[in-house]
């Protein structure tokens, strides 16, 4: 079965504190890994897509990584407006749309 | 570009009624999903589309309808309210699904069934 996990499910950091977070999927014929960012009471957000192992990819405080089994968001000196639950979700090969399975998320706190 | 929006944005419904939970787009994508977001899981796939006319289920179909009988609108239908319905849902949608062009998503319609 195809599956994504996120851990931890929740992260409390000081502000300045770097930190990762992980996304390991089993699923079969991966094609792009996906990461959002999603604030309370809101739609998710696009971050990156991550298409090959090895690839990396930065946006500001933020970057991701990805290996054949997991992938990597490093917040490097996170401050209190990078607080949000971030999501990945890898596509599967689905002929005629873009199938997502999404991992649970983690609820990153940034604490000034 | 509103992009994608979603009405309304709160429900309150009795079990056994039924409702639609309306979804725009204004970036003329072709491809467009509903999910929904449980506490503590990942968005599920409901439905979703290809172009106006086509549809097809995701992974959680049961107890929803859809209709795209245009590129912008994609209503999702509830016929018989459960309590097991109660969730938050979002609409999405993609210009291609070939490629790997990201999802924008609504600000979702958080739905409660009493």
């Known amino acids: 079965e195809d599956q994504v996990t996120q851990s931890p499910e929740a992260l409390r950091l000081q502000e300045g504190e770097s930190s990762s977070l992980n996304c390991s999927y089993t699923?079969?014929?991966?094609?792009?890994l996906f990461w959002y960012r999603q604030d309370p009471g809101k739609g998710p957000e696009f971050l990156f897509t991550?298409?090959?192992a090895g690839e990396e990819k930065e946006k500001e405080r933020l970057k991701a990584t990805l290996t054949k089994k997991e992938s990597f968001l490093h917040i490097t000196a996170p401050k209190p407006e990078d607080s949000a639950t971030y999501l990945c979700?890898?596509?599967?090969?689905?002929?005629?749309?873009?199938?997502?399975?999404f991992g649970q998320g983690t609820r990153l706190t940034i604490n000034p | 570009n509103a992009g994608v929006t979603q009405t309304p944005k709160f429900r309150i419904l009795k079990i056994g009624q039924s409702m639609t939970l309306q979804c725009t787009q204004d970036?003329?994508?072709?491809?467009m999903y509903w999910y929904r977001q449980d506490p503590g899981m990942g968005l599920k796939l409901i439905y979703y589309?290809?172009?106006?006319?086509?549809?097809d289920k995701g992974e959680v179909p049961n107890g929803y309808n859809v209709s795209r009988s245009t590129t912008e609108d994609f209503p999702l239908r509830l016929e018989l309210a459960a309590p097991s319905q109660t969730s938050v849902y979002f609409c999405?949608?993609?210009?291609?699904?070939?490629?790997?062009?990201?999802?924008?998503f609504g600000p979702g319609t958080r739905l409660t069934v009493l």
């Open positions: 979700a890898v596509q599967l090969p689905f002929q005629g749309a873009q199938k997502l399975v």
């Open positions: 970036m003329n994508h072709n491809y």
């Open positions: 991550l298409y090959s």
């Open positions: 999405a949608s993609s210009s291609l699904a070939g490629s790997f062009n990201e999802q924008f």
């Open positions: 589309s290809v172009g106006a006319g086509i549809t």
């Open positions: 699923v079969s014929g991966l094609r792009g």
